[in-house]
């Protein structure tokens, strides 16, 4: 056939024309025998070929489309005797059509080839839209608009066009390729009027009312920006305490909390992302109790985390079973004395019920605070993984574990350059914010945090063949966030012989002896990373998996079955996967009792209510060795655990050296956003919001 006759391009289903391209023909037949079974590398070529003869005598100098092939590759496989490669290629074929018809209900256009889970989360929360309120952004897009504002910074550092033309391109591939994201402000707003983009801010609540309610205005702009807030109440003097300008008496913390929350739901944050906070109370504070059990009738706080910030004292009068002072704020003077005990057996029991409260270990927090001159740490972020001072913000980031691994290895030069690449991002986000309050940008720049962390370890350790709930995943774990931190270690003062070092350097904990100067106060921080684990396409933070299958309520009237990528190419490749096994792990979440699975598998695949808690507790330790801010996990409980299993927890994440604790027994609160078994009508089957990654099913979680 002469050359002018044969194909060259192809019309794709949106009507774009592309030049046509065999490979992509030969590498799906590849798939298609290795989904089957058929490892055949010389039928797969052989077969492509006959496919393109096929197009090419079809469609002579014409202009195919891509359903055309389709349908020649499939008359192909059948003809050729591979029945079962040829269903499981028209499975696909299927399945794609289902994604690409649930992305035109959304209304956005793909061009990157997401799932359809992660495009409805971009629509909602990231892709910008017109006054109308029509999305105008693709996915792409959104990237190379983030890309090039972060990138632009380089120029104020001396970096020539050309430079800053290369390192934007990196800084998009990180996040078209889902090895990095940023976290949610930045993706919302980089190249926007907005321009506010760091995620978390402390604000400082002094005893006045001046103070209170200049705090609660500042508290209404950063929500507004995409920010969310921690706030110590511990200053604030304690309910019935005289006010000696008028006489009267004190309505406590806990009355200031309660304005905070419905200020904080009428915000709605442009819609886009709901308000989330953190309120910490010291443990010696008066008003303690009311605030252990504040969140115990439903409907209050619902925009708050909150936390006991407990002293070592305290736990050392739990531990010998002795009384300790609670102590006025206002005056330092001892109000009473109460059991320790009993103080944490009410914290146990709250938190066995609710989710409420967690802890913070205050004085390990300000044993380990970077800039110590600078005044102690009182308060974290929502989601506790960035301890801050007052003003202080952070920029966090998250490198994506599950894209580490090649050949069954973990590939520790990529690391490396992720890390590098991670930490420029950071550090260029922090230069280009619009920070939201002048006392903001002052904190920030003085000491320039940033929180590199990651997301994809349950998925990474499956890829690995090691089980969460072991001790080589505490090693692995351990070893990957120790190369990170020393890492960025390394890029923070590369930086700073560019950029200067962080200009409260001098005082703080790296200025010692021969030590290299750094541009960064902290560098590493474990998030949540909720929606952004969702555009990535893989598992949240350093969770377990929470499912291995289940139904995702994507949107009203479409829900769509998600199963693990990992679990279901194993099932293929060992032969026991069918559909009808897929819908019972759907019914269950967790393949721990289904007899079709084999025993290895079952081990591997272990969900967060399958794995003892501690397991829990030991992981996030591991991390938090290697962490210099803090490290935001949940420990998920069964429904039958009891207040003694939250007593241990809490205990063990004290004594392993975690910075703080929370815990989320599976049912303690009446919504959530996942659902196991026949709850709330969900027709026995897991089933998940469409913003749940995993961690906790009912938190106020941001990243």
Same mark, same amino acid.
């Given at each position: ?22 490979? /992509? ?54 003809? *050729? ?53 029509? !999305? ?22 001396? %970096? ?15 996040? *078209?390729? &889902?090895?990095?994201? +940023? ?31 200049? #705090? ?33 008496? *004190? ?11 419905? %200020? ?33 009738? =439903? ?14 004292? $305290? ?28 103080? $944490? ?25 970077? #800039? ?32 580490? !691994? ?10 490396? *350059?992720? #890390? ?15 920070? +939201? ?6 904190? =920030? ?57 962080? +200009? ?17 106060? =902290? ?25 291995? %299958?289940?139904? &995702? ?15 279901? /190419?194993?099932?293929?490749? &060992? ?11 759907? /019914? ?16 591997? $695949?272990? =969900? ?29 409980? +069964? ?22 604790? #929370? ?23 897991? !089933? ?16």
């Amino acid at each position: 056939m002469s050359t002018a006759n044969k194909v060259t391009q192809i019309r794709k289903r949106d009507g774009r024309i592309e030049s046509f391209q065999p490979e /992509k023909i030969s590498n799906a037949i590849s798939k298609a025998l290795k989904a089957t079974g058929t490892q055949n590398g010389e039928a797969a070529s052989k077969l492509a070929q006959e496919v393109i003869e096929l197009i090419n005598i079809r469609y002579p100098g014409q202009l195919p489309r891509v359903e055309d092939v389709q349908d020649i590759v499939e008359q192909v496989l059948m003809k *050729a005797g591979y029945t079962e490669v040829a269903k499981a290629y028209i499975l696909y074929r299927q399945q794609r059509t289902i994604a690409r018809e649930a992305k035109r209900l959304i209304g956005v256009t793909d061009d990157l080839k997401l799932g359809v889970n992660a495009v409805n989360v971009l629509k909602h929360r990231y892709l910008q839209r017109d006054e109308k309120g029509n !999305v105008v952004e693709t996915p792409s897009q959104l990237f190379r608009r983030v890309a090039h504002a972060v990138s632009a910074c380089d120029a104020l550092y001396g %970096a020539t066009k050309e430079e800053v033309c290369r390192i934007e391109e990196e800084f998009y591939q990180l996040m *078209a390729n &889902r090895t990095f994201m +940023p976290n949610s402000p930045t993706l919302m707003n980089a190249g926007t009027d907005i321009g506010q983009l760091a995620a978390c801010f402390v604000l400082p609540i002094e005893d006045s009312m001046e103070s209170i309610f200049e #705090t609660l205005k500042h508290m209404a702009l950063i929500h507004k920006s995409g920010g969310g807030t921690g706030f110590s109440f511990s200053r604030i003097r304690p309910k019935g305490d005289l006010v000696k300008s008028t006489m009267g008496v *004190a309505s406590g913390p806990v009355s200031f909390m309660g304005i905070y929350d419905q %200020a904080t739901g009428i915000i709605k944050q442009g819609g886009r992302r709901r308000g989330a906070n953190m309120g910490i109370l010291r443990i010696d504070h008066p008003d303690i109790l009311e605030f252990i059990t504040s969140k115990s009738r =439903t409907g209050t706080l619902e925009n708050f985390n909150i936390s006991v910030a407990v002293t070592d004292d $305290f736990m050392q009068a739990v531990n010998k079973d002795e009384e300790y002072a609670l102590i006025n704020p206002r005056n330092k003077e001892i109000v009473r004395r109460l059991h320790a005990r009993e103080v $944490f057996e009410l914290i146990t029991v709250s938190a066995w019920q609710t989710g409420d409260p967690g802890l913070m270990f205050l004085d390990r927090i300000n044993k380990r605070n970077p #800039t110590p001159d600078l005044g102690e740490i009182e308060s974290t972020n929502p989601c506790g993984e960035v301890p801050l001072l007052p003003y202080e913000s952070c920029i966090l980031g998250s490198i994506n574990l599950a894209q580490i !691994v090649a050949n069954g290895r973990i590939d520790w030069e990529k690391l490396k *350059a992720l #890390t590098h690449s991670g930490i420029h991002f950071l550090d260029n986000v922090i230069t280009a914010n619009v920070f +939201p309050l002048p006392q903001i940008k002052a904190a =920030t720049e003085q000491t320039r945090k940033v929180g590199l962390g990651v997301m994809g370890l349950a998925d990474m350790l499956v890829q690995l063949g090691v089980s969460y709930a072991s001790n080589e995943a505490l090693d692995i774990g351990e070893q990957v966030i120790g190369c990170i931190f020393e890492e960025a270690c390394k890029m923070s003062q590369i930086l700073a012989e560019k950029r200067g070092a962080f +200009p409260t350097f001098i005082g703080s904990i790296w200025d010692r002896p021969g030590a290299l100067v750094m541009r960064n106060a =902290t560098v590493t921080s474990i998030a949540p990373t909720g929606s952004i684990s969702i555009i990535a396409d893989t598992s949240s933070g350093i969770e377990p998996l929470f499912a291995v %299958a289940f139904v &995702r309520e994507v949107m009203e009237g479409v829900r769509l079955v998600e199963v693990n990528p990992y679990f279901e /190419k194993i099932a293929k490749d &060992r032969g026991f996967y069918s559909k009808e096994l897929m819908t019972e792990v759907a /019914k269950r979440g967790s393949v721990q009792s289904i007899d079709a699975v084999p025993p290895d598998i079952r081990s591997l $695949f272990v =969900t967060a209510l399958d794995i003892d808690p501690e397991w829990h507790v030991k992981m996030q330790a591991a991390f938090q060795r290697h962490v210099d801010n803090a490290v935001a996990k949940t420990v998920n409980l +069964p429904g039958d655990a009891t207040p003694t299993d939250v007593w241990k927890i809490y205990m063990l994440a004290y004594n392993l050296g975690c910075k703080g604790i #929370t815990v989320y027994r599976y049912g303690s609160r009446p919504m959530q956003v996942l659902y196991i078994g026949n709850e709330q009508g969900k027709d026995n089957l897991v !089933v998940a919001d469409s913003g749940y990654a995993g961690g906790c099913p009912a938190g106020v979680c941001t990243e």
